[in-house]
């Protein structure tokens, strides 16, 4: 039998913190609390250990320091029971089997019922109509993207943990999915945490923005995304959004200038 969808999970990251073999600290004991049912996104500089901070919570790299808590379990019990799904910048597709086949067997690894038509469905919300059958190999980078997030919806998990998602997407593609995915996440109620360096993307998506410092990753601004939903592409330009993606550009500048500091003091 399928097991119990849960409900969204709040996660909490206690004293997190990652230092690989080899010394390099990317996240510093870090305190974090994201509410159930809440889009969160993570931006930083490049290299600031944003995706060490989302693999951590995907259980899927461990932390040196403190621990994630998924609705009172550990993550890697979370994502052993499919209770949570990423879409990764590389999406990892099994290139033998086609969209559809990638799809399926998540559904069968987790232990869902595959119905055909919520495939179809996801399938061309993701803009991939024609392409059900095709194989990862025939497809572009931005289409195999693509797939992996209806993939990773599929299993209508509690979590959603996206990391540039579509990084490899052509820029009107991109608006659509900002503008449609949301919608889907939000009638599933799932908690999606995501990591973008897309100021205007991660305003347009979110009810709250986190701002990390240079590496190793620290809070430096926790920006609530007070924005009415459902959003559209056209409210990404209204003043209410422009005033908030200025305040997530001074916190981004604000914290790389402050990590730059001691060094020109040199
Ligand atoms: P971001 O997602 O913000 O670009 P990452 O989390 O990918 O940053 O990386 C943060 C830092 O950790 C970088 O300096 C990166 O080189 C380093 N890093 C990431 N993964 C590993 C690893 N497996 N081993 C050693 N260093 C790593």
């Given at each position: 039998?399928?097991?119990?969808?849960?409900?969204?999970?709040?996660?909490?990251?206690?004293?997190?913190?990652?230092?690989?073999?080899?010394?390099?600290?990317?996240?510093?004991?870090?305190?974090?609390?994201?509410?159930?049912?809440?889009?969160?996104?993570?931006?930083?500089?490049?290299?600031?250990?944003?995706?060490?901070?989302?693999?951590?919570?995907?259980?899927?790299?461990?932390?040196?320091?403190?621990?994630?808590?998924?609705?009172?379990?550990?993550?890697?019990?979370?994502?052993?029971?499919?209770?949570?799904?990423?879409?990764?910048?590389?999406?990892?597709?099994?290139?033998?089997?086609?969209?559809?086949?990638?799809?399926?067997?998540?559904?069968?690894?987790?232990?869902?019922?595959?119905?055909?038509?919520?495939?179809?469905?996801?399938?061309?919300?993701?803009?991939?109509?024609?392409?059900?059958?095709?194989?990862?190999?025939?497809?572009?980078?931005?289409?195999?993207?693509?797939?992996?997030?209806?993939?990773?919806?599929?299993?209508?998990?509690?979590?959603?943990?996206?990391?540039?998602?579509?990084?490899?997407?052509?820029?009107?593609?991109?608006?659509?999915?900002?503008?449609?995915?949301?919608r889907i996440w939000e009638a599933?109620?799932?908690?999606?945490?995501?990591?973008?360096?897309?100021?205007?993307?991660?305003?347009?998506?979110?009810?709250?923005?986190?701002?990390?410092?240079?590496?190793?990753?620290?809070?430096?601004?926790?920006?609530?995304?007070?924005?009415?939903?459902?959003?559209?592409?056209?409210?990404?330009?209204?003043?209410?959004?422009?005033?908030?993606?200025?305040?997530?550009?001074?916190?981004?500048?604000?914290?790389?200038?402050?990590?730059?500091?001691?060094?020109?003091?040199?």
């Amino acid at each position: 039998m399928a097991p119990e969808l849960t409900p969204p999970p709040e996660i909490v990251c206690t004293g997190l913190g990652k230092t690989f073999e080899g010394g390099t600290e990317a996240v510093e004991a870090l305190n974090l609390t994201i509410a159930a049912g809440q889009t969160t996104t993570l931006v930083g500089p490049s290299g600031c250990g944003k995706s060490t901070l989302l693999r951590m919570i995907a259980g899927l790299e461990e932390a040196s320091v403190g621990a994630v808590s998924i609705g009172g379990e550990a993550p890697f019990e979370t994502l052993k029971r499919a209770g949570l799904s990423v879409a990764f910048q590389d999406p990892s597709l099994l290139p033998w089997r086609s969209v559809r086949g990638n799809i399926e067997l998540a559904l069968k690894l987790a232990r869902r019922p595959v119905d055909t038509g919520a495939i179809d469905q996801l399938i061309s919300l993701v803009g991939l109509d024609g392409f059900a059958e095709t194989r990862p190999a025939e497809l572009s980078g931005g289409m195999r993207q693509r797939a992996a997030i209806a993939r990773a919806l599929a299993t209508k998990p509690g979590l959603l943990l996206l990391d540039e998602p579509f990084g490899a997407v052509d820029e009107l593609t991109r608006q659509q999915l900002a503008q449609d995915l949301p919608r889907i996440w939000e009638a599933q109620g799932t908690t999606t945490v995501l990591v973008t360096h897309s100021v205007s993307e991660a305003v347009l998506l979110s009810d709250r923005v986190i701002v990390l410092s240079p590496r190793p990753a620290k809070i430096v601004a926790d920006i609530q995304i007070t924005l009415p939903r459902p959003r559209t592409t056209e409210m990404g330009r209204d003043k209410a959004a422009s005033n908030l993606k200025e305040q997530v550009f001074a916190a981004l500048s604000e914290s790389m200038a402050a990590a730059q500091r001691p060094l020109a003091a040199q």
